[in-house]
Every structure is written in C-alpha cells, then in structure tokens.
C-alpha cells in the first residue's frame, strides 16, 4: 500500500480558490498537479488568444497555490516529458510522487467526465472524483428538476434560484414585485450611444511569456493576439467587474441586444472568461451587481437582466448539457447539413454584419450575446448550417468557450438542432431585426430593405427559406404562427420569389 501524499489535479478552468478537490486537503499531505498539455490545446484549433488566456491564468493560479503554501507540480506545455494528455500526465505524476490516491473535481466537459471515469483502471490508486461546488444548482438537483417535466423553461428555473440565493428577493417575493423586467430592457441603438471602454490589462511578464509561447506553437490558429487584454489573475478579474458596475451596469440591460460597428464590447461585462476559468465565483459576482442596484447606482430592470443571465442562463445551460449529452453532441433536428463558408474564419463577406462580427471575435477573441446568437447563430440557423460544424467554430474561438457552456447555447438555443428542449421556438429573423438594433445595414453592400434579387438582404429570402423547407417540423409550433399564416397569404409567385433568390445566394455557399 502506497503511503505517499494525495495527488489532486487541478484542470485549466478550475483556477478556484474554493475548489472541493483543495476545501478538505492538508498543504503537507498533498501535491497539486497542473498540466499544459498538447491534446486540449489541438482538439480544436482554439483561438490564440484563448490559448495565452488559459496557460496565463493557470500560470498565475500556480503561483498564488504555492505562495498559500501548497505544494505545485506544474507541467509545461514544452516540458520535453510531458505526455500531451491529462491521463499520461497523471499517471506520470502517481508515479513520481508515490501519491496514494487522486482526487479531483469533476471536470465542466463529457469527454473529460468518460476519461475520469477510466483512471481507476488505469493509474492503480483509488481516484475520488467530487462535484464541482462552484455552481448554485447542483447537478443532481437540476436532474431531480427536470425530471417528470414536459417543458424544461428556463425561466421557471431562474425563479427557483433566485429563491435559493436569495438574491434581489423581498422575503420570498421578487423585488419589485416581478421576477423578470426584461420589457424594460433591450432598445435598439440610438444616435450618439457611445458605450465606455472596458478595461484592458497589459500583458505582465508571465503573460508575454505565454504569449510569445502561443504564437511559436500556435501562430497558424484564428485569431490575433495584438490586442490582448483579459485579465488573467482573480485580483484583475475584480477589477473587471467592478470597473463594469462602476461604468457600464445601469446601461446594460437598455442595450443589452444592441450592436454597434465600432463598438465590439457594447454595454457588457466581459466577465464570462474569468467566471469559467474559475476566477470569478457566479454568486459572489451577482452580489456585487445586487449592493450596486441597493445603493441606487444602477436600475433594477439592469441588475435583475444582469443577474437572471447568471444564475438563470448559465446555470440553466450547465444543467441541459448534462441532461442532454452525449445525444446534444450529434443532435440535428433541422437536418442541416451545409458545411461552413471560409468567411467565418476570413471575414470576407459582402455581409456587413457578419464581416463586423468575425472581425471583432478574430481581434478580441470575443463577440457579444446578440451578435453570437443573432448574427452568427440566426445565419446559420436560416442558411442551414452543419450544426457540428458550427458548434466547433463557436468552441474553438471565443474566450469563454467550454462544452457544457458553448454546446447547448449553439446547437439548442442557436440551430434549434435539439428539436426545441432547450428553447420554444428557433430565432430565426431577417435583416429587419438586424437593422433594428445595429448599425451595421447602413455601411452593408446589401440593401435591408430589398426582400428580393442579388442586392437584397441574404437574411430576407434565407428566412423564408428557413420557415419553408421546415414547415412540416414547425409550422405547429404556436410561436410560429403568425410567420407560419404570413407566409401562406403570400402569392404564389412571391413565396417562388424569396424560394429562388435564396437557392441562388446558398448556391454561392456551396
Ligand atoms: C451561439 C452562442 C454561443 C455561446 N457560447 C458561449 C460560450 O462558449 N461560453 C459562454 O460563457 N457563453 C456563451 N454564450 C452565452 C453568452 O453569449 C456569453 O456568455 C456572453 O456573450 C459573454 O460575454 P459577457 O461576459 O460580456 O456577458 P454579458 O452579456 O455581460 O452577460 C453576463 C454573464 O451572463 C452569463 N450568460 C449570459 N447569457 C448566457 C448564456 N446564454 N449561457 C451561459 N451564460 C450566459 C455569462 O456568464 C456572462 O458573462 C453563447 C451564446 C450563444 C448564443
Ligand atoms: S443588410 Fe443584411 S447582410 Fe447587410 S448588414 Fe444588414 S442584415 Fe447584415
């Protein structure tokens, strides 16, 4: 029997102080174990600035566990050892260390959770894997949730955790007497809205490090690193989210869904990286937006759409992973299968919006919620888009892009490819909705207000489109109803009309 010190691995998105794997662990009887390896570099071809984003972070966590007084095996990614996996890794380090056992907080992604799952047959000490304690909702609660329930809405779950954290609760009665004021928010842009600058922090010297590391082994990635700016340490990312509630979180909710050219980061918080590296806890951030609308500082339509986003959306999307993987992976309800076009990764589109899109998530790694799911997304929906395809861009290039959080919001709330559990009806829309709440028509090549022919909008006739090759999966769809009963008083020459013109813009896809 092996009586060495327990070996607990510490993942790249698990950079919490509070992780459950450390909670319970002496500093003299363990060895933390910290691996950059090739193969979650690769799987997908990640953005680079993702990549310098993760290896910092993890790079600036170690530090701070060994100044605590743990004690830090940490793996380099150009260690000449070093395996390329986290299962040879691990085995390495049982070895090397003579460790007793491993414990390990359950990972966010499947693929991750099966190899778990198979280190005790491998590595020859008992593995305790334990739940990951940085959520609000349990996933065994989610489960017990969902389970016997026809619709899976996500509101009804926000109010079920707003109930359990209490936050912007009067006793056990919303404040302000509603539970969600989102018909306060959500206007298009108006002329003159000039959002603040968010906070951009300097690359210190572990991060030019990895920075120049990334783009030796990575240069050939999407993406640019030129503008670098995340925060990599829990310290900054504190900084983030206060220098956001101090100038940006009365406006957010007004301009939640609003989208501006020359503005990639709009009214946002940008704290989706820092929370799902583990930097930032959910409810802790959530707290600080609740004081700020306490103290006057910010409206409660603001606070309540900021917070519903956190404890309703994201917890909600964690939960539906779980309930719907591994099936989610290869869902596609809508049988859609064209490949992606080059301009998701190029940017050379006459399509003003969708060549402002890519160029903002090619500079900053990012894109707002309104331009993935309305512009990226709604494209893909209405052109009918390969939904592994799709989900595999979104996961290889934003920040914040894990499975469990980029797989249900792409292939559920985005392509509808889940057949509908995870969102009533898809969001489909055409170039009227964009040219509502952006500024991008004005500057397009194409004209929004054409419906049909070479200059018209691609997203009028592809959304007819859409609801027309669709119709026998959801014209029953009451949410659809009026496009549905719109498109059958259509003449039949008109509905011939929008059906060629969009072959003829898809024919310029394949
Ligand atoms: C197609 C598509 C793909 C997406 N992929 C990801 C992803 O890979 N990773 C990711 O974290 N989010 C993803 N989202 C959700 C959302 O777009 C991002 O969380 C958000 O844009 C991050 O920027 P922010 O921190 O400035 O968010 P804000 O707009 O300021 O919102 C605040 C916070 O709310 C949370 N949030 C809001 N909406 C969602 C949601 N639908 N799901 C989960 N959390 C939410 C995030 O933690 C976010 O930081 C995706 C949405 C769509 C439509
Ligand atoms: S006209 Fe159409 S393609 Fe051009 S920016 Fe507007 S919505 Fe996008």
Not at 107 to 132: H, I, K, N, S, Y
Not at 213 to 220: K, M, W
């Amino acid at each position: 029997m092996k009586t060495g010190p327990v070996l607990v691995p510490v993942l790249g998105d698990q950079l919490s102080p509070a992780l459950s794997s450390l909670a319970d662990r002496s500093r003299n009887d363990t060895v933390v174990l910290m691996m950059e390896v090739a193969d979650e570099t690769t799987y997908v071809r990640h953005h680079q600035a993702k990549i310098a984003l993760i290896l910092s972070a993890m790079r600036h966590f170690a530090e701070d566990l060994r100044a605590q007084g743990w004690q830090v095996d940490y793996v380099a990614l150009d260690d000449p050892d070093n395996t390329g996996s986290f299962t040879g890794e691990v085995q390495r380090a049982v070895q090397r260390h003579g460790a007793r056992g491993v414990e390990v907080t359950e990972p966010g992604e499947w693929r991750v959770r099966q190899m778990f799952d198979g280190w005790a047959g491998v590595l020859g000490v008992p593995v305790r894997v334990m739940p990951d304690t940085r959520f609000v909702c349990a996933l065994p609660d989610f489960m017990a949730w969902a389970q016997g329930r026809r619709e899976l809405r996500m509101e009804w779950f926000y109010r079920d955790m707003r109930r359990q954290t209490g936050l912007l609760m009067q006793g056990d009665q919303p404040e302000g007497g509603r539970w969600n004021f989102d018909a306060d928010n959500r206007s298009g842009p108006e002329a003159g809205l000039t959002p603040p600058a968010p906070l951009h922090f300097a690359p210190d010297a572990v991060t030019q490090d990895v920075i120049a590391l990334v783009r030796s082994r990575f240069g050939n990635h999407f993406g640019s690193l030129e503008r670098f700016g995340w925060p990599v340490t829990r310290a900054d990312a504190m900084r983030l989210l206060d220098h956001f509630i101090a100038t940006r979180l009365a406006d957010f909710g007004r301009w939640q869904d609003a989208m501006l050219a020359d503005h990639d980061t709009m009214f946002h918080a940008l704290v989706a990286p820092a929370l799902n590296l583990g930097l930032l806890d959910p409810v802790e951030v959530c707290r600080k937006v609740e004081a700020a609308y306490r103290r006057g500082d910010a409206p409660l339509a603001a606070a309540e759409g900021f917070v519903r986003q956190v404890i309703g959306w994201r917890e909600y999307i964690r939960g539906m992973y779980w309930l719907m993987m591994p099936d989610l992976a290869t869902a596609n309800a809508l049988d859609a299968t064209r490949d992606l076009p080059d301009f998701w990764w190029t940017g050379e589109t006459r399509m003003r919006c969708i060549a402002q899109t890519v160029r903002a998530t090619r500079d900053n790694a990012y894109a707002h919620h309104i331009q993935r799911l309305m512009i990226m997304g709604n494209f893909a929906l209405i052109a009918g888009l390969d939904p592994q395809q799709v989900a595999a861009w979104f996961l290889a290039v934003y920040a914040d892009a894990y499975e469990w959080v980029e797989l249900p919001n792409v292939a559920g709330m985005a392509l509808h490819a889940d057949g509908g559990r995870l969102a009533s009806k898809p969001y489909a829309a055409s170039g009227a909705y964009i040219s509502r709440m952006s500024d991008y028509c004005k500057g397009c090549q194409y004209n929004v207000k054409l419906k049909t022919g070479p200059d018209a909008c691609p997203f009028n006739a592809l959304y007819w489109h859409f609801l027309d090759r669709n119709t026998e999966r959801l014209s029953r769809n009451p949410r659809l109803a009026q496009p549905y009963a719109t498109w059958r008083r259509m003449s039949d020459d008109k509905r011939a009309e929008y059906v060629t013109s969009a072959e003829a813009f898809l024919a310029t896809l394949d």
